[in-house]
T-cell receptor, first 113, second 120 residues
Framework: AQTVTQSQPEMSVQEAETVTLSCTYD???????LFWYKQPPSRQMILVIR??????QNATENRFSVNFQKAAKSFSLKISDSQLGDTAMYFC??????????FGPGTRLSVLP | GAVVSQHPSWVICKSGTSVKIECRSL??????MFWYRQFPKQSLMLMAT?????????EQGVEKDKFLINHASLTLSTLTVTSAHPEDSSFYIC????????????????FGPGTRLTVT
């Protein structure tokens, strides 16, 4: 079974600082995608960033970047210049054989003023 | 683009009644829709996957007779909670995915805003 692990249930960071959220996964697939979703207090799921496993280059979206280590099955999210609006639950997600998502348990991030 | 709506956003119903939640893809045709359930401070748990025109595939432990899913068109899926009980109270989220015109699927899912169900 494909599994996704997020080892940090809660984290906090000072505004303008950098924080890294960790995610590891287990799969026997070779080509796949990985996602980070954000769920703010409104509970709307918002895509943060997506990584294609066959691409060597780490994905970047403005202040958000990933460190994708395929051999280690690690997919961490780095948030630079943290803002108050980044306060949310962050879920790492893996498409299960190209269909539904397997979500990690989530990391609750608080950005402190 | 790729907007998904859910209706209602919240609903309160009495124990023993049924409630229907609608999930619509507003600006694209969703080949597959997913229904998740989320308890407070927990992750999303997949309930079922539905493809347009075919029966939904339920996850282990999800009662298909209690959670009826209908995916009647490429833009609409409904979840009906039948004979609801207080333990069915939860946050229900739908999502949708689609294949691009080039036949490639990025596997990204587009999420609705969720429906909070309270059964009294």
């Amino acid at each position: 079974a494909q599994t996704v692990t997020q080892s940090q249930p809660e984290m906090s960071v000072q505004e303008a600082e950098t924080v890294t959220l960790s995610c590891t996964y287990d799969t026997s697939e070779n080509n796949y995608y990985l996602f980070w979703y954000k769920q703010p207090p409104s509970r709307q799921m918002i895509l943060v960033i997506r990584q294609e496993a066959y691409k060597q280059q780490n994905a970047t979206e403005n202040r958000f970047s990933v460190n994708f280590q395929k051999a280690a099955k690690s997919f961490s999210l780095k948030i630079s210049d943290s803002q108050l609006g980044d306060t949310a639950m962050y879920f790492c997600a893996f498409p299960n054989y190209g269909q539904n998502f397997v979500f990690g348990p989530g990391t609750r991030l608080s950005v402190l003023p | 683009g790729a907007v998904v709506s859910q209706h209602p956003s919240w609903v309160i119903c009495k124990s023993g009644t049924s409630v229907k939640i609608e999930c619509r893809s507003l600006d694209f045709q969703a080949t597959t829709m997913f229904w998740y359930r989320q308890f407070p401070k927990q992750s999303l748990m997949l309930m079922a996957t539905s493809n347009e025109g075919s029966k939904a595939t339920y996850e282990q432990g999800v009662e298909k007779d209690k959670f009826l899913i209908n995916h009647a068109s490429l833009t609409l899926s409904t979840l009906t909670v039948t004979s609801a009980h207080p333990e069915d109270s939860s946050f229900y989220i739908c999502s949708a995915s689609f294949w691009t015109s080039g036949g490639r699927n990025s596997y990204e899912q587009y999420f609705g805003p969720g429906t909070r169900l309270t059964v009294t």
